[in-house]
């Protein structure tokens, strides 16, 4: 049955539908978004006043609203403070200076002033400032921080701060850990801090940056601001079980830090698979099994668990061991396993290759063994009686011609 048109006429309605729903869609969004003004941005500060301890400091967010058809590119800055106070505009990481506002979003800076050494308690007041990039809108908030007599909770001392997630890694001897750390200077200027480390002997220690690859010594932190660094452990070749303490320290002319840090090794796994006498075939015959025998050794530094072994053997070809599993060997042990392989009652005479994978816990070995099939004694019997007969008739015409 013919569906062509059919077909052409549903594929033409359904995108003629999706054309139309997009075409809405877009026409919905120019409708809304006319309505907005051609331009209005507005500036507000989260608390216009506040109260701290006169060992405190003050933070709060500064939100800009754009209802506007247009972005608007804003500067900001500070315009009034205090004697003796330290302020800035800023994000998580950076002092900010200006701020890309989209149409119909808000933007959020955070507004931080820090009363130094000697600021007696009263009323203090700070003017935020802000315009667009072409002058046209201009802004202004006045804050007014208030200094109790009161101590408060004492104030974060200037300085270093270093932190981990994750002061404890735990993995195998043979493999390289990495620890990722938090350097947060609280220092009023921009530093550079030397990095050492120190674990035990035979151990290489580097630091990388965050996400790379080249080894540091070193690291400069603007002030105020924190970055992450990263701790490569190499344990020391053949290091047995058990747990390592690591120390790093971060250290510039003004601050210093330390973080003690811990490998906790499993061990090394790894097996060896092989014969006492190092050969690695055997002869067999049709539906007969062969014995052979193999050892398995743990080669490593912790216990291997639940090792079994798997075969790939040639089609109709009958493999087993004995025993059938090991469920632990220590670092050093070694184990005997018979191994007996019986082909195919039909299988021609040739080389044939059977291996066998020895898998533990966290280590694994692969063994191939060649197997010769030989031709069944009993041809053997049945080629002697051809012979036999062959020999018998031969004789018997021999006779027989002779008598003529």
Request: aromatic share 8%; net charge neutral.
């Amino acid at each position: 049955m013919k569906r062509g048109k059919p077909d052409k006429l549903f594929l033409s309605i359904s995108l003629a539908m999706v054309i139309l729903m997009m075409i809405t869609a877009s026409a919905f969004g120019q409708t809304e978004r006319e309505k907005l003004p051609a331009r209005a941005i507005s500036m507000a500060v989260e608390y216009t006043g506040v109260e701290i301890a006169k060992d405190d400091d003050a933070s709060m967010d500064v939100i800009f609203h754009n209802i506007g058809r247009r972005d608007e590119n804003v500067e900001v800055w500070v315009a009034e403070k205090p004697k003796g106070w330290k302020t800035r505009i800023k994000t998580y990481r950076y002092t900010v200076t200006g701020i890309h506002v989209p149409s119909n979003k808000d933007k959020t800076l955070t507004f931080e002033a820090d009363p130094q050494e000697g600021i007696k308690p009263g009323d203090y007041k700070f003017r935020i400032n802000a315009r667009t990039s072409d002058g046209k809108f201009r802004m202004s908030q006045i804050v007014t921080i208030k200094i109790s007599a009161d101590e408060g909770k004492s104030k974060e001392p200037k300085g270093v701060k270093l932190t981990t997630s994750y002061p404890v890694i735990r993995g195998p001897s043979d493999a390289t850990v990495e620890f990722s750390l938090e350097v947060d200077s609280k220092l009023d200027e921009d530093a550079v801090f030397d990095l050492l480390a120190q674990g035990p002997q035979g151990w290489d220690i580097n630091f990388k940056p965050a996400y790379e690859t080249k080894y540091i010594s070193s690291l400069r932190i603007k002030s105020k601001q924190s970055t992450s660094v990263a701790v490569e452990v190499k344990p020391a070749m053949g290091a047995a079980a058990g747990e390592y303490p690591i120390n790093v320290r971060v250290s510039s002319s003004d601050a210093n830090a330390e973080a003690n840090l811990t490998v906790t090794l499993t061990g090394t796994y790894g097996l060896e698979v092989g014969t006492t006498s190092g050969l690695l075939s055997l002869e067999a015959r049709g539906g007969r099994p062969a014995n052979m025998s193999f050892y398995v050794k743990n080669t490593g530094s912790a216990t291997n668990h639940d090792i079994k072994f798997m075969t790939f053997k040639p089609e109709n070809w009958k493999v087993e061991f004995k025993p059938e599993k090991i469920d632990a060997m220590e670092a050093g042990d070694l184990k005997q396993v018979e191994l007996i392989i019986t082909p195919y009652e039909d299988a021609l005479v040739g080389d044939y290759s059977v291996g066998v994978n020895v898998e533990g816990e966290k280590a694994a070995k692969t063994i191939e063994f060649r197997t010769t099939v030989k031709a069944s004694a009993a041809w053997g019997w049945i080629g002697i009686g051809i012979i036999v007969i062959v020999i018998g008739g031969l004789f018997g015409l021999f006779r027989w011609l002779g008598r003529r």
